[in-house]
């Protein structure tokens, strides 16, 4: 197959690229600098159409993964940059679409799991799941991450490709042994003995293991009746206290330090991030993926995180 990433230098279209090239597949990746990669790097500015959009005529599978990090505060120029980073590129990704004469035959939209509500009372699937924003409890920084999420969505809504299937992905954290990734930063606080609860510890925690989460991108390529939102996430999400226990179990630490909603926002200042990554329940199940009988290899936090400590090791 021919596919296309948008956005691809980052951690997870690292992981993409990594596994779609194994299998002999060729992959572009468009990016706003050129840099070193296994595969073909064509330029783009990611708001306007220019050559790269030949890229796109022929192609079997674009993926747009285009956006500013959201790991940093959320000031007025960064909330800008992050959100018209995701609807530019997104918009831009959809005119191309529409203009090729031999479109895309999969357009797999990047999201977020955290478009979903707050909440500790029930999962959020795609069919029953409660979009989040009208929480009484939600902080600002929360409404504006969901805002973000649903401007995203609704950027690729604009368009009618009607030979394209359109597929978005709300994606849960993507966990892998990459440097700088948030499974990293995760084992880093516990290698230090800090990882213990983050506030009050009830928050669910929504994640994905990196293989799982590529094996479930090969399969909305594959299932062509699959379009929509669609969750990738493990389908067992569990509260932050239990989640950082088997983290520091698989790594073999006995103890971590909690952490108060106070300390937490002390330090988000000192690390220039936002605690509502920490803080916010994503309670996620991917019932698409369930209903479509998708074989997880890694459905308990218990053995991802055994095998992705195993292979930081290895690694690192």
Partial sequence: MKIVICGGTGQVGNVLARAFLKDKHDVVILSRKLKSAPCRVTLWDAETIGDWAAEFEGADVVINLAGRSVNCRYTAENRQQIMESRVKSTRVVGEAVTRASRPPRVWLQMSTATIYAHRYDGANDEYTGILGGSEADAQDTWRFSIDVAKAWEQAADEWDAPHTRKVKMRAAMVMSPDRGGVFDTL???????????????????????????????????????????????????????????????????????????????????????????????????????????????????????RDLCRQWRATH
């Fill in 187 to 305: 084992l880093g606080l516990v290698r230090r003995g800090l990882g213990g609860r983050a506030g009050n510890g009830r928050q669910y925690v929504s994640w994905i293991h990196y293989e799982d989460f590529v094996r479930a991108v090969y399969w909305l390529i594959q299932h062509e009746e699959i379009e929509g939102a669609v969750n990738l996430a493990a389908p067992n999400p569990l509260p932050n206290a239990h989640f950082m226990r088997e983290m520091r179990e698989a790594w073999g630490v006995p103890f971590g330090l909690p952490a108060t909603e106070m300390m937490l926002e002390v330090g988000a200042v000192f690390m220039r991030t936002e605690t509502e990554l920490i803080l916010k329940s994503r309670r996620v199940v991917p019932g698409k993926l369930l209903e479509g009988s998708f074989d997880f290899q890694f459905p308990t936090w218990e053995n991802a995180s």
